[in-house]
């Protein structure tokens, strides 16, 4: 029974590395939310409370780098908090208009909106609209590294238990 519980955690948390690659699923959370919850199911003692506590710092590090990077990319290449509030009333509206994607595709919309009523043109917004996006494409290869990271720290964690 344990062993099959573990194999589903396992599964689980391979479907949150697909959400952190393809934003339909809190890719992460899921991640973080499995792991720690098998670890201290197989046993609350002071490796599984370690291991958790590591996780837990990841799953921070990574969820900061997916809101922190695109800002302040944005801040750098002239993009104001009227336009982010722009991209994230976009991204509310893309998500019930076009369920889960439209949320990104609701977001890049509204930011590139919100600059060309700031900036006036289209090529300025487009340039500083692209740089958000790079920002959150190093943050979701930074949240893609630090989940790899922590399903081996998992993996690792259940083999020597199992050992």
């Excluded at 391979?14 to 720690?36: N, R």
């Excluded at 809101?67 to 509310?92: D, H, I, K, N, Q």
């Excluded at 893609?144 to 720290?153: C, D, I, P």
Aim: proline content about 2%.
């Amino acid at each position: 029974m344990e062993a099959a519980v573990l194999g589903i955690a396992f599964l689980a948390m391979l479907v949150g590395m697909i959400g952190v690659v393809i934003p339909v699923l809190p890719g992460l959370l899921i991640v973080w939310l499995v792991g720690v919850t098998s670890l201290l199911w197989q046993g609350a003692d002071t490796v599984g409370w370690l291991v958790a506590a590591w996780l837990t710092g990841l799953f921070a590090l990574g969820t900061l780098a997916t809101v922190l990077l695109p800002a302040r990319r944005g801040r750098e290449a002239g993009a104001t908090t009227a336009s982010f509030a722009a991209g994230l009333t976009g991204a509310v509206l893309g998500f019930f208009v076009l369920p889960v994607a439209g949320f990104l595709v609701g977001f890049v919309l509204g930011l590139l909106l919100g600059e060309r009523g700031r900036l006036g043109e289209w090529e300025a917004a487009r340039g500083s609209t692209l740089a958000v996006l790079r920002g959150y494409g190093i943050g979701v290869l930074l949240e893609l590294v630090l989940g790899v990271t922590m399903v081996g720290s998992w993996l690792v964690t259940v083999v020597v238990r199992f050992g």
